[in-house]
C-alpha cells in the first residue's frame, strides 16, 4: 500500500478496500470529531472522493471510495507531500516546514499553517484550496498540541497514515 492508501484505510472498518460513508463517519467519531462535524465532513469526503475513486465497473454506491483508486481523489492546492501514485514525498514535508514553521523550527503556529495554505493555493482552484484547507482545520483542531501549534512529527503521521490510529487510541 502506498502512504496515500495507509492514510485512508483506518476508515476501512471492514477491510474490504471500500470506505463507505457510515465507516468515514465512525472514523472521524473515533479520532475526536463531534457527532454534527464528523457527519458533515464525512458527507463531503466521501462525495469529493467517491465518484474520482470509483472503478467504472463498479455497481456500488458513487460515495463509495474506493482505497486502490485513491491517488485519483488528489486535488490541486495541496502541499505536494503525496506524489501522483499517493506516495509519501518526505523533501516537501521538510520544504513545508523550512519554508512556514518561522516562530518554533518543526511546528506551526494556526496563522502559519493558513500562510502556508494561500501560498499553496493554485490560481483558479478554488475547490483544490477549499479540500485543502478543511483538511488542515481538520487536523489542527484535532492533533495541535498544547502550545497551540502543529508539530511536524504529527503532520508527518498524517501522511504515513499512521495518525488517525494515534488519535483514536488516545481517545479510546
Known amino acids: 500500500m502506498t502512504e496515500l492508501q495507509k492514510h485512508v484505510a483506518f476508515f476501512d472498518r471492514d477491510h474490504d478496500g471500500i470506505v463507505t460513508f457510515d465507516e468515514t463517519y465512525q472514523g472521524l467519531l473515533d479520532v475526536g470529531l463531534g457527532a454534527v462535524p464528523a457527519k458533515a465532513s464525512a458527507a463531503l469526503i466521501n462525495a469529493a472522493l467517491g465518484p474520482k475513486t470509483r472503478p467504472d465497473n463498479s455497481n456500488s454506491s458513487r460515495l463509495d471510495i474506493y482505497i486502490a483508486n485513491i491517488q485519483k481523489g ?99
Open 74 to 172: 488528489k486535488h490541486g492546492s495541496d502541499s505536494g507531500a503525496y506524489d501522483a501514485q499517493g506516495r509519501f514525498v518526505p523533501a516537501k514535508l521538510d520544504e513545508m516546514f523550512a519554508k512556514h514553521a518561522k516562530t518554533v523550527p518543526n511546528a506551526m503556529s494556526e496563522d502559519e499553517m493558513e500562510e502556508m495554505l494561500k501560498a499553496n493555493q493554485e490560481s483558479n482552484d478554488f475547490q483544490g484550496w477549499l479540500g485543502a484547507k478543511a483538511e488542515w482545520e481538520m487536523l489542527y483542531k484535532l492533533a495541535k498540541d498544547k502550545d497551540g501549534r502543529l508539530q511536524k512529527d504529527t503532520v508527518k503521521a498524517v501522511y504515513d497514515g499512521t495518525l488517525f490510529y494515534q488519535l483514536a487510541a488516545k481517545k479510546g
